[in-house]
């Protein structure tokens, strides 16, 4: 197949100009060439927002023939309330990759793909693009490297994102086993074994590895140590300085007259650049210089005028498959020493040993003193990067995919055949019902429009006692007395568990699909649930939601461009995550659909908590997730819930709610005798948002609060003067006694 009639897509938070001396964006960068270079097309998303303008590296890809696009380009953006930012960035990619892309890459950090990938899991027209994950590095990874525990919900929030995109993608690769060893190792959920590739970075020398030549003379002593990297953690700076610091007070840094840090400054405990070089001065006798405003070319060019009397130091923490690496074996003559952590032994493989460490201090000062006492010599004569043959595997591999992108295609057909509606008669659709007689009308009318139809509608009347909602109820039951599939029934009340208990035992339909009788259906809410479950084979979907306030004028009643464009607020739930679980409902609205057997088996809604105790939705599908079965969200709005200040929801105690959740995350964590954490961290949950200014006592579901706060989602500045205010506050109460 001719590779001009294959649209390739590559998905990167980075590039090189716009995010100087990324590995991400380094990769991204190479392999675009080398696909250009094979003839074939190629576009180019770009996802990070940065303060380098577009026009500054878009025309270097549109030289190339490359439709590049910065998904920010003003520089920065902020996520409508509801979504989690990374995860409106993925349903930007979304939007932005082509209909008719054959082949999308993309990179782990970030989750990118996360949105695409679950929307094709419930589109049919979407299935035939193949998807191939990069493991790169994501962020639990990169904190892990830092010695950073998680710290926020957000940061499960975008762990979560980037694992889901990884486990639903066609195809994973890897440039190291060591990746695919650590993602084992952290549980992530990977496609099958023969569905991963380990596939070494793609290279291309600049013309200084092609020309340089080894120095013909070498000095009797190294005169400058550089650190070679970004300047964090992860990146071993601390470990380097602390090394340093031991080696000078051994007095075994006598001929060293320079300590240069090369890279852009990152996260260490020792603050800015500035702060870094002071720290070194105060221990060393020797000039300690930054040079962190250099882009990957002078910084090599750097070394190789250097190689002849310079050590190069690379003590990474851990590493996927350092580019540092590659870009120093491939200077003729360099000295250089690197820890063997991550993937950075197989990048050389066993000619790079004699030049590697363990990533702690005692075998990194033993190499230094070792390396410093014999002196510059030439080394690596046979560790050199093999750039060919990683290019030709990454050519290969995409081959690879082009075949298998073709076999995808779906084939032409004229003239153009309609989607057929899926049949809905397997769906038993309940709606309880008691005292809410103003909205019902909406709720059944809005079902009367679905674009797909045949589904049976079950409908009780747990004991209203409002006159007008008890001759509503009766209206509506002679209305659609004449569907065989509506069945309307009147009961004493029970409460809305039991009433849902009740109407699911009414029907016999393979899906049970709830929904409230103040919400309102989008058209298509029937037709994409049965779709979307059919197609994934889950047991259970959920869906964003759309919510307007009580009073309002209605969706759907709404005309124009304007619709769907100016919501209360949002909430768009993550999935099936049950460490989120426990902090708020990470799963969805109980307006979802959901296998008949997988509610049977978990013994349906519970009955022994109080009908005035609210969150049983969340009880339900919390319990799903518990007993193994799979649940998924459909990135789509397919309904409308009305915001009431009368609801169950904002008039029932919030700590018996909550209790109702927790005694789940109990009982499971009672069978290793750690179920006081449950409690724990709900506890500091609501403790921390005592410490945020005008943080509402409601649950997060609420619009004032649509999203959790926690501690370092609030600038620090705001945590320090809502302390003071408490300080003040209990001061003078202190003064008045």
Known sequence: MPPRAVKTVIVTPQVPIAYPNGGIGTFADH?????????????????????????????????????????????????PVGFYPWTYASELVSAAIPRD??????????????????????DRSRQNQLVVNVLHGNSEWHRQGMHLWTSTFEEMILDFQERYAAKHSDYVVAPSQYMFGWAEKNSWELPPLERRRVLKYPFYPR???????????????????????????????????????????????????????????????????????????????CEVIGLTDRDTLEAQSYLAARAHDTLVVIPSLSETFGFTIIETSLIAGINVIFSNAGGIPEVLGEAGRDYMFEPYLAPFIRKLENWLERGPRTTMPEARYDWKQANAGWLGFHEEMMEIAHERRPAPQFPAVKPSVPDASCVD???????????????????????????????????????????????????????????????????????????VAQGSGEYVLFMDSDNIAHPTMVQRFVEGIALSCDDCLTSYMYVFKDGEELPLKSTGANVGLNPYYLYIPIGNYLAAGLVENSFGDLNCIMKRSAFEAVGGFTLDYPRYVNQEDRELLTRLSMHGFKLDVIPEFLFYYRYRETSRLRTTSHYLNESRILRNYEAILAKVGMEDIAPLILGLKYRTRELVPGSPAQPAQDPADPMEYLVNRVRWVDLVRALRRKFRKNWQALRGI
């Open 101 to 122: 892309a054959d082949i999308v890459y993309y990179a782990d950090w970030l989750g990118n793909g996360a949105v695409p990938v679950r929307q094709r899991r419930f």
């Open 429 to 503: 659709i309940c709606i309880p019902f008691y005292n809410l007689g103003g909205y019902l009308e909406d709720a059944l009318e809005s079902l009367e429009k679905q674009t797909a139809q045949d589904f049976n509608v079950y409908i009780v009347d747990d004991g209203s006692t409002d006159t007008a909602s008890k001759r509503i109820f009766a209206q509506m039951r002679q209305r659609y007395s004449q569907n065989p599939r509506w069945h309307f029934f009147e009961q004493a009340n029970q409460g809305v568990c039991a009433a849902r208990n009740f109407l």
């Open 31 to 79: 392999f675009i060439n080398l696909l250009v270079e094979a003839g074939h097309r190629v576009a180019l998303i770009q996802t990070y927002p940065t303060g380098v303008p577009a026009k500054k590296w878009v025309p270097e890809y549109e030289k190339k023939g490359v439709d590049a696009k910065p998904l920010f380009p003003k520089g920065s953006f902020q996520a």
């Open 207 to 285: 013309q200084l590895h092609l020309d340089h030549q080894a120095p013909e003379t070498y000095g009797e002593h190294y005169r400058e140590i550089v650190f070679f990297g970004r300047l964090e953690t992860r990146k071993g700076f601390e470990l380097f300085v602390e090394a340093l610091i031991d080696l000078q007070a051994r007095d075994l840094l006598a001929h060293i007259e320079q300590i240069t840090l090369m890279g852009t400054n990152g996260q260490h405990r020792f603050g800015p650049v500035e702060e870094a070089i002071r720290t070194l001065k105060q221990h060393l006798t």
